[in-house]
């Protein structure tokens, strides 16, 4: 029997879990029944939804992150040095002892601590530093193997830099799903490769076999057009900025609706929590009324992620701004994918996504008017597709899935589902 500590963001969004759910399959895959996984994550109730298919035992807690919360919101350096300790004794901390017990428990039981990506280890999320911090000593403290994939690091702090150095150097395995910030890493890790993200060792396809009915397969059967964009912490003076770039989108669709009188278009949230349909529904209000009416709207947190793949993938056109949206539209190298870059932050995650496929559709905020989008669609600059990017992509999952198992000292005894298509 394995046991294994999924530590994941969890939130109430599809990449979170689409990366949360890959693994899961993968592990149902390596070991059948024989293992337990505890997920430590945010969203108890979202994510305990989604995990009663498996045919293994899971617990959900968001334990870990609530014991960080209560110390990362005061301002008392020495509680939160208290904090990176765990210890069960000479502790000052006696409200919290039944969290110090329960996480010593779960850490002492442990086989492998894997901590998923993707993008939440940079200075907007400075909280996620704390609570890898912890977990990573907790699995050191009981002898746990730990396994860090699917990371974006970025952008970085100085100071975040020196807090992560004794972190990272602890792990036993990092892979980047980027390499555009590897030299952070490079600093104080040497046990680190660059791959792709997790989502790509395709175990979300489970759920385009047949297997189980598609949620989404009503939508998914029209010829439709996918949207997906968002405001996520953006820094004040770019508000203005991506005001005029949502008209310039709702021209876009318009236009695109017009020229094309059989397709819908499809307002997608990833996320209830991150305004995605509160921008949506912002174009929606320009559209004409005839455009309008062949509008839906679509919250994906309500589906597998699967589902919503299979939604992404067979449209005509994607535009977002969100990361897994573009994996999964570029995935088949035959979608045309607009993605949008709204900071530093998602300047990473989305140039390097579309780099990996060779995509032609990736913007940086102030690029955006609808001419050049217009531009871009009729002279059909989508891809620079090759036999030789394909085959890169495909090493590169190779390499993730092997050197897994290397770490976790097994062979491999199942394949891939095929990527090449």
């Given at each position: 029997m394995k046991k294994i500590i999924l530590l994941c963001p969890g939130n109430l969004n599809v990449g979170d879990n689409a990366i949360l759910f890959t693994w899961l399959e993968f592990f149902e895959k390596t070991y059948g029944r024989n293992c337990e996984i505890t997920i430590l994550g945010t969203e108890v109730s979202y994510i305990s939804q989604f995990v009663r298919k498996f045919s293994y035992k899971i617990f959900v807690s968001d334990m870990l992150h609530r014991y960080?919360?209560?110390?990362?919101?005061?301002?008392i350096r020495e509680e939160a040095l208290a904090l990176q300790s765990l210890s069960l004794e000479n502790t000052d901390v006696s409200l919290y002892e039944p969290a110090i017990f329960f996480l010593n428990q779960i850490f002492a039981e442990a086989?492998?601590?894997h901590m998923v990506g993707g993008g939440i280890i940079n200075n907007k999320w400075k909280d996620c530093h704390w609570i890898w911090g912890v977990a990573v000593k907790l699995a050191k403290k009981y002898s746990a193997k730990i396994v860090a994939t699917g990371q974006t690091i970025g952008p970085l702090d100085i100071e975040d830099e020196e807090f992560l150095k004794e972190i990272y150097e602890?792990?036993?395995y990092t892979d980047l799903r980027d390499s555009s910030y590897i030299q952070y890493l490079k600093k104080y890790s040497s046990k680190l490769t660059v791959t792709v993200d997790d989502v790509l060792i395709g175990a979300l396809q489970k759920s385009e076999n047949g297997q189980r009915e598609v949620l989404l397969k009503t939508y998914i059967s029209r010829p439709h057009v996918n949207m997906c964009v968002q405001q996520w912490n953006m820094p004040e003076d770019k508000q203005e900025l991506y005001k005029k770039v949502r008209k310039e989108i709702a021209k876009f669709v318009e236009w695109y609706g017009e020229s094309n009188k059989n397709i819908e278009i499809n307002f997608l949230e990833f996320s209830p929590t991150d305004g995605d349909m509160i921008y949506a529904?912002?174009?929606?209000?320009?559209?004409s009324d005839q455009i309008k009416r062949r509008v839906n709207f679509i919250s994906c947190a309500n589906f597998y992620p699967g589902d919503v793949k299979c939604l992404i993938n067979s449209a005509l056109l994607n535009i977002g701004t969100r990361f897994h949206m573009a994996l999964f539209s570029m995935e088949k190298f035959n979608v045309p994918t607009i993605s949008i870059a709204l900071d530093d932050y998602y300047e990473i995650k989305l140039g390097?996504?579309?780099s990996l496929f060779g995509s032609m559709g990736y913007f940086k905020l102030d690029e955006i008017t609808f001419e050049i989008l217009k531009d871009w669609i009729n002279k059909h600059r989508y891809y620079k597709e090759n036999f030789e990017t394909k085959m890169r992509i495909k090493e590169l999952i190779d390499q993730k899935v092997n050197t897994y198992f290397a770490v976790l000292g097994k062979k491999r005894n199942?394949?891939?589902?095929?990527?090449?298509r």
């Amino acid at each position: 029997m394995k046991k294994i500590i999924l530590l994941c963001p969890g939130n109430l969004n599809v990449g979170d879990n689409a990366i949360l759910f890959t693994w899961l399959e993968f592990f149902e895959k390596t070991y059948g029944r024989n293992c337990e996984i505890t997920i430590l994550g945010t969203e108890v109730s979202y994510i305990s939804q989604f995990v009663r298919k498996f045919s293994y035992k899971i617990f959900v807690s968001d334990m870990l992150h609530r014991y960080v919360w209560k110390f990362y919101n005061t301002e008392i350096r020495e509680e939160a040095l208290a904090l990176q300790s765990l210890s069960l004794e000479n502790t000052d901390v006696s409200l919290y002892e039944p969290a110090i017990f329960f996480l010593n428990q779960i850490f002492a039981e442990a086989d492998l601590l894997h901590m998923v990506g993707g993008g939440i280890i940079n200075n907007k999320w400075k909280d996620c530093h704390w609570i890898w911090g912890v977990a990573v000593k907790l699995a050191k403290k009981y002898s746990a193997k730990i396994v860090a994939t699917g990371q974006t690091i970025g952008p970085l702090d100085i100071e975040d830099e020196e807090f992560l150095k004794e972190i990272y150097e602890n792990v036993d395995y990092t892979d980047l799903r980027d390499s555009s910030y590897i030299q952070y890493l490079k600093k104080y890790s040497s046990k680190l490769t660059v791959t792709v993200d997790d989502v790509l060792i395709g175990a979300l396809q489970k759920s385009e076999n047949g297997q189980r009915e598609v949620l989404l397969k009503t939508y998914i059967s029209r010829p439709h057009v996918n949207m997906c964009v968002q405001q996520w912490n953006m820094p004040e003076d770019k508000q203005e900025l991506y005001k005029k770039v949502r008209k310039e989108i709702a021209k876009f669709v318009e236009w695109y609706g017009e020229s094309n009188k059989n397709i819908e278009i499809n307002f997608l949230e990833f996320s209830p929590t991150d305004g995605d349909m509160i921008y949506a529904r912002e174009i929606y209000d320009m559209l004409s009324d005839q455009i309008k009416r062949r509008v839906n709207f679509i919250s994906c947190a309500n589906f597998y992620p699967g589902d919503v793949k299979c939604l992404i993938n067979s449209a005509l056109l994607n535009i977002g701004t969100r990361f897994h949206m573009a994996l999964f539209s570029m995935e088949k190298f035959n979608v045309p994918t607009i993605s949008i870059a709204l900071d530093d932050y998602y300047e990473i995650k989305l140039g390097n996504i579309h780099s990996l496929f060779g995509s032609m559709g990736y913007f940086k905020l102030d690029e955006i008017t609808f001419e050049i989008l217009k531009d871009w669609i009729n002279k059909h600059r989508y891809y620079k597709e090759n036999f030789e990017t394909k085959m890169r992509i495909k090493e590169l999952i190779d390499q993730k899935v092997n050197t897994y198992f290397a770490v976790l000292g097994k062979k491999r005894n199942f394949k891939l589902i095929k990527f090449l298509r």
